[in-house]
């Protein structure tokens, strides 16, 4: 390496490394702090998301799905790099600013590392976690990827997409949260396949969610593939075989938190819209309200939002509908991230009104208090009851 030379994003290694034996926690409890000041992307519409650069690595290549990944994007028109190795240069920068505009409008097509195949619990979402890909082009501002994403955001996709969705067999009747919970046991053994990624924001440049919503739609065993989105691209989903075994949930929350701190996603109205005309494909869907904040007024904020799930809903023949309810929380480290991405942001972060939560693990996250949370709870039970009656609760954090 030059003196001029930057050094390179090992793509090689996921963008969010597990800790053992700590299993992912959706609360985002694991946080690193770093220095990121200044990195605030402007807002924007939602659209299809154009990366500026495709790289693939030679053993992508060599799997038959990233050969059709690369050959969707070179049909879209977007030129793809091959590399020759594993490293990926010309993403870091002169400013952190620079580096992180850069990474963030990278996509990589590699393959997963080894430790994916080993899969990790998703309490109190799913038995296991199966990722697909890690990285989002959306900019929330409370991204509970921020605590623990390492090195530049580069968006990587999986090419050994066939033997990732293979090994899923040997975890059937295994986990935790479905497998063997009389509540949910019906759900059969679940896979969450969106915990460091929007497929939504990635499907249409591979094709991998649909694959796998194909392989669950033939796959005769009690199983669900399960995930989340914020995003209404749904067309390619509406005719396909799925069997009833994908459940497709929208992340919703009442318009002032939409409007303020989600850009560059779909539009509420749109998300809707979205899980509609899923729900009439014959998809069971759910809505993952999150994360609910008791904002001035919000009685009223939330109330609309049930309200417009319910117009969205009211007509479909058969629904199965679930929601998972999150209040927002925040680390020391998740903090110190979104400050530095969104540093005139109006997310409060304010550590003197909420109350300290430790996990088992010796980490700590900032929580509402116990009575705001009794007092926020109460009124989604109530609420979701009287104004959604079909819709099941999974669980409140």
Not at 243 to 261: A, D, E, H, Q
Not at 354 to 382: D, I, N, Q
Request: with cysteine; charged share 25%.
């Amino acid at each position: 390496m030059t003196s001029t030379e930057r050094p390179g994003v090992d793509l090689s290694q996921p963008l969010a490394p597990d800790v053992e034996p700590q299993p992912h926690s959706a609360s985002g409890e694991a946080a690193v702090e770093r220095d990121l000041s200044e990195l605030a992307p402007p807002a924007r519409s939602a659209r299809r998301w154009t990366p500026k650069r495709v790289v693939v690595t030679p053993a992508a290549l060599d799997e038959p799905h990233g050969q059709r990944i690369v050959a969707r994007v070179e049909a879209l028109g977007i030129e793809v790099e091959r590399l020759t190795a594993n490293r990926l240069t010309g993403v870091r920068g002169e400013t952190d600013r620079e580096t992180y505009a850069r990474a963030k409008s990278t996509l990589a097509v590699v393959v997963s590392p080894p430790s994916k195949r080993r899969l990790q619990p998703i309490s109190p979402s799913a038995d296991w976690r199966v990722d697909l890909a890690e990285g989002c082009p959306a900019h929330c501002q409370y991204c509970y990827l921020a605590g623990s994403l390492s090195g530049p955001p580069v968006t990587r996709v999986y090419a050994d997409l066939d033997g990732i969705l293979a090994n899923l067999t040997s975890y059937v009747g295994t986990g935790e949260v479905t497998s063997r919970s009389a509540a949910r046991s019906h759900e059969g053994t679940t896979f969450e396949a969106s915990c460091y990624s929007d497929p939504l924001a990635l499907d249409h440049l591979t094709g991998s969610w649909q694959r796998a919503v194909e392989h669950f739609g033939a796959w005769d065993a009690p199983v669900q593939l399960r995930w989340t989105t914020k995003f209404a691209d749904v067309d390619p989903f509406l005719a396909m075989e799925h069997g009833g075994r994908t459940r497709v949930r929208f992340s919703v929350n009442c318009l002032p938190v939409t409007r303020r701190w989600e850009g560059g996603t779909s539009t509420l109205e749109q998300r809707l819209e979205a899980v509609r005309r899923l729900a009439l494909a014959g998809y069971p869907v759910g809505l993952t309200i999150a994360p609910i904040m008791p904002l001035e007024d919000w009685r009223e904020h939330y109330g609309e939002l049930l309200d417009l799930v319910a117009r969205a809903l009211d007509d479909v023949p058969g629904l199965d509908l679930t929601a998972e309810l999150i209040t927002h929380r925040f680390t020391a480290g998740s903090k110190e991230v979104l400050t530095g991405w969104y540093p005139r942001t109006t997310l409060e972060m304010d550590e003197a009104r909420r109350s300290v939560k430790r996990g088992k693990f010796g980490t700590t996250k900032h929580v509402y208090p116990r009575e705001v949370m009794a007092e926020l709870r109460g009124w989604f039970t109530t609420e979701l009851a009287e104004r959604l009656p079909a819709c099941r609760v999974l669980y409140w954090t």
